[in-house]
């Protein structure tokens, strides 16, 4: 099993950014995925997660919400996050994890599978 997050970058206050974590020897639709972010010096986050069974989904960082958008393309086997009206805060690492449980819902109780992080940086 491999998670392989990606589309990070450099991007400017106020810009949007799609982040993509696609999934090898897995099928991400019957499990919860989940985005978590590390910024420096800080601890690791939970961003945003979606269940297996019935997509709905949760924002787990209040200055997030309305922001960012988790959503999930089968067809891809692929979970994003849409990050719109960026700020400086929102720099961070970012990765996508999974819960290795078939059916799982958020928020699972852990996740088994993780990405290698992208790296996001708001600025200007």
């Known amino acids: 099993v491999q998670l392989q997050a990606s589309g990070g970058g450099l991007v400017q206050p106020g810009g949007s950014l799609r982040l993509s974590c696609a999934a090898s020897?897995?099928?991400?639709?019957?499990?919860?995925i989940g985005w978590f972010r590390q910024a420096p010096g800080k601890e690791r986050e939970g961003v945003s997660c979606?269940?297996?069974?019935?997509?709905?989904?949760?924002y787990v960082v209040d200055s997030v919400k309305g922001r960012f958008t988790i959503s999930r393309d089968n067809a891809k086997n692929t979970v994003y996050l849409q990050m719109n009206s960026l700020k400086p805060e929102d720099t961070a690492v970012y990765y996508c994890?999974?819960?290795?449980?078939?059916?799982?819902?958020?928020?699972?109780?852990?996740?088994?599978?993780w990405g290698q992080g992208t790296q996001v940086t708001v600025s200007s």
């Open positions: 979606i269940s297996s069974h019935d997509d709905s989904t949760s």
């Open positions: 020897g897995f099928t991400l639709d019957y499990h919860a």
């Open positions: 994890a999974a819960d290795g449980r078939y059916g799982s819902s958020c928020p699972p109780m852990g996740y088994d599978y």
